[in-house]
């Protein structure tokens, strides 16, 4: 191997991934062109190109040793016949899948070596190192270096002049400007963008888009961006690179953040097991089918098979924004290249050469495509191809002629032609790129024009910066999100939860005190320019989604043609230099072994490369004086800005040139130690978010997480917990590692329960009311979890039930008690997982449980908002007051239970049971409960305490309180009530609060809301003045705050109307306010008397005011008044003086009648009789202020439950 070292370190295997390669002259001993890329720890790159030949092997010991090797390969075959697919010497390296029933005669013909008949090849390469990817230009310069020496004729200088030239007297070219430089027998051109213009990428995008095609290579694109695990999988190692580079070139201007490896060496296979996110190519045998290639996880893997164009996609895998128009105009652009969109399927090898050389032609005569009328040299195209072969020797044996076409023209003329093709071909392979590339950036800049708005920046200096970049909150995400069309927000939110974005935000904020990254600095340069030109509105307004063309293609195409076509600078020719004579002499196909002296060192005054290190070396000794400046240890800093770039990034490449067991474990090691710190910051931002927004309904500061970024967080959740269990797997079964381990605990605890009937787990004690009517418990089990989710059949997927799973456990707090169970199997562990994977490291993992307990502090319903289509079975419960009430009741009570997500229509209780289950399409989070009785009997009088409801999956308990009777001739006289719904905190939550650092979510004290005058347990304490007002201001504030919530989050508004502390209950405190409550024969007055009593007035008084515009609106107001007090009166409902009250309150609350309504009650003259003079409704002072605070939910469309107001028509 020949190594023409520019800059940095190399690995052999990079340039050799299989080692050493032997052919005869019965193999194809095509040169083959490859780079590879090399990242270093603080992410800087060196790029590598490498051309490998075949050399005749001149050692006798060598072909003996071959032939050798041949004998007992093939002694070791001839049991079971065998015959290699490629029929080459490469055949001994590659494992053998399939037999075949070729006899033994032909397998030994051409399966073998002998040294009498065979000449034997190796394969040699020459390998150019550079700092940045010139590809085109080392490629060509590595071919004219092959051709010097296959060619008849020695070259026309030593082989070390080139070398050295290269190597010393070419200066990279300045940004903006083109160079020529001198190969063996024609110059090379490379070129390099300007400062404003995008950075320089030299891989063909044209291959990328052939090989993949646009749809594919978007799909691949949007995995990229969200930092999912992305294996590339071909027999060509340039491949491999030219997909793996075009991708994370379009990524401008963020950057991969985490491993990287184009091609994987065999050596180190072991990575594909790394539980990060990554990109890596592994190189397929010829032959092998995907099905055969074992790769540790898939849950969250994105394969891509070049060769076969083919892709698999992760599950719940959401589209780029859009994705139609982006691809659109891609194709648009593509096509004017001559690309087909959909891409193009590579047969064969030859196939293709034909086809890129006859298409490039064609495209690129500008005769669309016309046949020129001068003799295409086809034959010579077509010689290579085995058809054509097959055809030619058809021909021969039946006497036909076949016509060859004329190849007169001289070969000067032809070689002239096609370098004027290849440099066209060239320039147009420059422009498809730079103008692909500038959709692609076009698309961020439309995205994120508006980003630095929703930068956070709070600290001072970058010290402070730097010590507190994991608690600072960097971006204003929910900000973000809520400017943003509903469309993008599926792909944003999981978008900016990447490293890929942190980093492009960290490095916003660093620009403060540093020089300004180079793509963010032509990033925000693009963004200037687009508001100079773009006419935007002078103040922030919700983004568009209408779909804008990058404008700047022409210009950038453009750019590129000016710097081709006019050389700004020309490097010094090659020449002779001081050598040894006798030394490296030229023998035709054998690569001179080159005089190290001379190469060692270039010329002192003339040394580009020196310099350009000398500078780095300078701005390292800056940045290393600086660091000291602000008085910061050099360890300290690099530890905190490992924080600050967090994951992945310190994995970013393995070291090639140890691979120890030692470094093997200690990379393991690394992965354990990063897998523990992710799990720790997701679940605290889980935790911190989440209970930032509980907080917030509480009354204390701002919400700062939505639905969708709550989703994104636990969708995030699942992904890391798939890559533990993926990490240091035995043996791969199914595409969900974690599904995979439960499915083997619940074989193993279903074998034990049938030999020993082990008693289950149970959950909290069996909740008792103050009635003593219980709920049964409910059984808390890990396999019972499961079986819910076996259960749905609209899951399909392993990797979707270990999903739903995961909700499900999380929801019902149980996440790190069901791990832990799962985990005490210590047996199953060991035969599972191999000695380093992270289940096996208890320290880590008692950690790790640790953390997801956490979660248990706050409420989740992300199993039962997501599944929203299952049947869910739930248990109703309802609880009378025994004390009081009858023991036995002889009506027959029926209930009707409503969540967010629908109802379950009326169902009949079974008498005196007062219990039942029943099973309906998930309702979501329960918001009330309708409970009656037909009122037959003598005992139909019933006195209810609470009604409470579970769901038998998720376990979670709504109290549905009451503490009214039903029944004709007692209380209101109600047949039926409408109950509004609290969760139960479980008596694990309770627990918890010991058990953790976090305390859980405190719920205000729930006690029966008083709806008439008198109580069952003597007078309450009546609230003051003062506190009606203060309620009434509470309780509309709360509905006006949940309207300026996000749509998603506004949770149950018919809690706010009708709840404990609801605008309902405080409008009865108003209207209770001063109420005679005596007793006329023992019968209870109430609010609804006085409304009928408004009724009757306004319907036979016609009132007389000064001002006829007056008369006309209070006439509107009391006829509609009056419609609305019929409507519920002749209601086909069973409803009592009080419910009857809420209906009018939340009808008027809908129509925005109150403050209308309010008036005209106050000027009733029933009230002098109905009220004391004190009461709030005869002043008028408050009855203004609370026409005032009712006026503020004017502009709210409040749509109401349907069983609130389920049969009244108005």
């Known amino acids: 191997m020949h190594v023409l070292r520019s800059d940095g370190p190399l690995s052999p295997q990079l340039c050799m991934p299989k080692g050493l390669s032997f052919r005869t002259q019965a193999d194809n001993k095509e040169p083959q062109f490859h780079s590879f890329i090399i990242t270093r720890e603080d992410g800087s790159r060196t790029y590598g190109f490498v051309l490998t030949f075949y050399e005749e092997v001149t050692s006798k010991q060598i072909c003996t040793a071959m032939q050798t090797l041949y004998q007992m390969h093939n002694a070791e075959q001839h049991s079971s016949v065998y015959a290699s697919s490629s029929c080459s010497m490469d055949s001994l390296a590659s494992s053998i ?45 590595l071919l004219q270096l092959y051709k010097a020496v296959t060619s008849q004729q020695p070259p026309p200088l030593p082989l070390e002049s080139y070398i050295h030239n290269i190597l010393y007297e070419v200066p990279l070219p300045p940004p903006g400007r083109s160079l020529k430089f001198y190969g063996v027998y024609e110059p090379v051109i490379c070129q390099r963008p300007g400062p404003n213009e995008l950075p320089l990428s030299d891989y063909p995008l044209r291959e990328a888009f052939e090989l993949l095609g646009l749809e594919n290579l978007v799909q691949v694109f949007t995995c990229v961006l969200l930092e999912m695990q992305i294996l590339l999988y071909s027999q060509d190692y340039q491949r491999l690179m030219t997909v793996a580079e075009g991708i994370t070139t379009l990524l401008f201007p963020f950057q991969w953040q985490h491993v990287y490896v184009p091609i994987l060496p065999a050596s180190l296979l072991h990575f594909l097991d790394a539980p990060v996110p990554y990109l890596m190519g592994l190189q397929s045998k010829e032959g092998t089918d995907r099905s055969k290639l074992e790769l540790p996880q898939e849950a969250n893997l994105c394969f891509v098979d070049i060769d076969n164009h083919f892709i698999e996609l992760p599950e719940e895998f959401p589209q780029f924004p859009n994705k139609v128009d982006f691809i659109q105009e891609l194709s648009e652009v593509l096509l004017q290249f001559g690309i087909p969109p959909e891409g193009s399927l590579h047969c064969s090898e030859s196939a293709t050469k034909l086809k890129n050389m006859v298409l490039k032609d064609l495209v ?63 320039l147009r392979d420059y422009q498809l790129n730079v103008q692909v590339r500038e959709v692609f950036a076009s698309r961020f800049i439309q995205m994120f024009a508006d980003y630095e708005a929703f930068v956070i920046q709070t600290a001072q200096d970058m010290e402070a910066w730097l010590t507190n970049r994991e608690q600072m909150q960097n971006f204003d995400k929910a900000s973000f999100l809520s400017d943003q069309p509903e469309p993008y927000l599926p792909f944003l939110s999981r978008f900016i939860e990447t490293q890929m974005f942190a980093t492009f935000i960290d490095n916003k904020i660093m620009s403060q005190w540093e020089e300004k990254d180079p793509l963010l600095r032509v990033f925000d340069s693009r963004i200037e320019k687009i508001r100079l030109y773009n006419v935007r509105a002078p103040t922030p307004t919700l983004r568009t989604s209408i779909y804008q063309k990058c404008s700047s293609l022409k210009e950038a195409a453009q750019s590129i043609e000016q710097r081709l076509m006019k050389m700004d600078h020309t490097a010094i020719h090659p020449h002779l230099l001081d050598m040894k004579i006798g030394q490296g002499k030229y023998e035709q196909g054998f690569f001179p072994k080159l005089q190290s002296d001379v190469l060692a060192a270039g010329p002192a005054n003339n040394n580009r490369w020196v310099s350009r290190n000398a500078t780095a070396q300078r701005r390292k000794e800056r940045l290393r004086q600086h660091s000291e400046h602000i008085g910061l240890d050099n360890d300290l800093r690099e530890k905190y800005m490992q924080e600050a770039r967090s994951l992945g990034k310190n994995m970013r490449q393995p070291k090639l040139s140890d691979l120890s067991p030692a470094v093997i474990a200690q990379t393991n090691w690394k992965f354990v130690e990063g897998l523990l710190k992710e799990c720790r910051m997701k679940t605290k931002r889980m935790l911190v978010e989440k209970m930032g927004h509980e907080a917030v309904e509480l009354g204390h500061g701002e919400a700062n997480i939505t639905g969708l970024e709550e989703n994104t967080l636990i969708a995030s959740l699942c992904d890391l917990l798939e890559r533990i269990w993926s990490h240091g797997l035995q043996v791969k079964q199914g595409k969900s590692a974690l599904w995979s381990h439960l499915i083997h605990f619940q074989d193993r605890e279903e074998k034990q329960e049938h030999l020993t009937d082990s008693p289950v787990a149970l959950g909290p004690e069996r909740r008792k009311s103050d009635s003593g009517v219980m709920l049964p418990t409910l059984r808390v089990s890990l396999i019972q979890d499961m079986r819910h989710v076996q259960n749905m059949s609209e899951i399909k997927t392993d990797v979707g039930r270990a999903r739903a ?164 001739g007692i209380d209101d006289g109600s047949l039926e009530r409408i109950l509004i719904g609290e969760l139960m905190t479980s008596a694990s939550d309770e627990d918890l609060g010991k058990q953790c650092r976090t305390p859980p979510q405190q719920k205000s004290p729930t006690t029966t809301r008083r709806l008439s005058i008198t109580s ?195």
């Open 805 to 968: 799973w995961i909700r499900l456990s999380l929801e019902k707090k149980l996440l790190s008690q069901h791990l832990k169970q799962l985990l005490s199997n210590q047996l199953l562990t060991k035969k599972l997982y191999k000695r380093y994977a992270f289940l096996r490291c208890e320290e880590e993992r008692e950690q790790f449980l640790y953390h997801l307990l956490s979660l248990n502090a706050v409420d989740y319903f992300c199993f039962t908002s997501v599944f929203t289509t299952i049947m869910i079975p739930y248990r109703a419960v309802i609880i009378p007051i025994k004390k009081l009430s009858n023991a036995i009741i002889t009506s027959n009570p029926w209930i009707c239970v409503s969540g967010e997500l629908g109802d379950t229509g009326v169902m009949q209780i079974p008498k005196n049971l007062l219990e039942m289950t029943f099973e309906c399409q998930n309702l979501g989070k329960l918001t009330t409960a309708q409970i009656g009785h037909d009122n037959s009997g003598l005992l139909a009088k019933w006195l209810v305490d609470c009604v409470m409801v579970r769901n038998e999956i998720t376990g979670h308990t709504y109290r549905f309180p009451c503490g009214r009777w039903l029944g004709k």
């Open 364 to 426: 690129n005569d500008r005769k669309n495509g016309n046949v020129p009328t001068s003799n295409i040299s086809m034959y010579e195209l077509m010689k290579g191809n085995e058809t054509i072969a097959r055809l030619q020797a058809l021909a021969d044996r039946t006497g036909v002629t076949v016509q060859k076409i004329d190849l007169s023209a001289s070969l000067n003329e032809k070689e002239k032609d096609l370098k004027l093709q290849c440099e066209e071909a060239e």
């Open 97 to 141: 899948d399939e037999g075949d029933t070729t006899s033994l005669l032909k397998l030994q013909r051409y399966n073998s070596y002998d040294i009498n008949r065979d000449t034997l090849y190796v394969s040699k390469s020459i390998c150019l190192i550079t700092p940045l990817p010139f590809m085109q230009a080392c490629k060509k310069f």
């Open 1016 to 1210: 069952l347990t003597g007078k309450p304490a009546k609230p003051n003045a003062g506190q009606i007002q203060e309620g009434i201001g509470e309780a509309v504030n709360n509905i006006v705050k949940h309207f300026h919530k996000p749509e998603k989050e506004r949770g149950s508004l018919t809690v706010l109307l009708c709840g404990e502390n609801g605008l309902v209950a405080a409008l009865e405190q108003v209207f209770h306010h001063g109420f005679k409550s005596a007793r006329i024969f023992h019968k209870n007055v109430f609010i609804w008397d006085f409304v009928e009593k408004a009724v009757a007035y306004f319907e036979t008084t016609d009132q007389i005011l000064d001002n006829e515009d007056d008369v006309l609106i209070q006439k509107s107001s009391c006829k509609t008044f009056c419609h609305y007090v019929n409507a519920i009166n002749t209601a086909p409902r069973s409803i009592g003086k009080d419910g009857k009250f809420q209906i009018l309150v939340c009808l008027g609350t809908r129509d925005h009648l109150l403050p209308q309504w309010i008036p005209l009650l106050a000027e009733c003259p029933a009230i002098t009789r109905m009220y004391e003079e004190s009461a709030l409704l005869r002043d008028h002072m408050t009855v203004n202020s609370l026409i005032r605070i009712l006026q503020t939910i004017q502009d709210f469309t409040i749509v109401l439950e349907g069983s609130l107001i389920k049969g009244v028509d108005v």
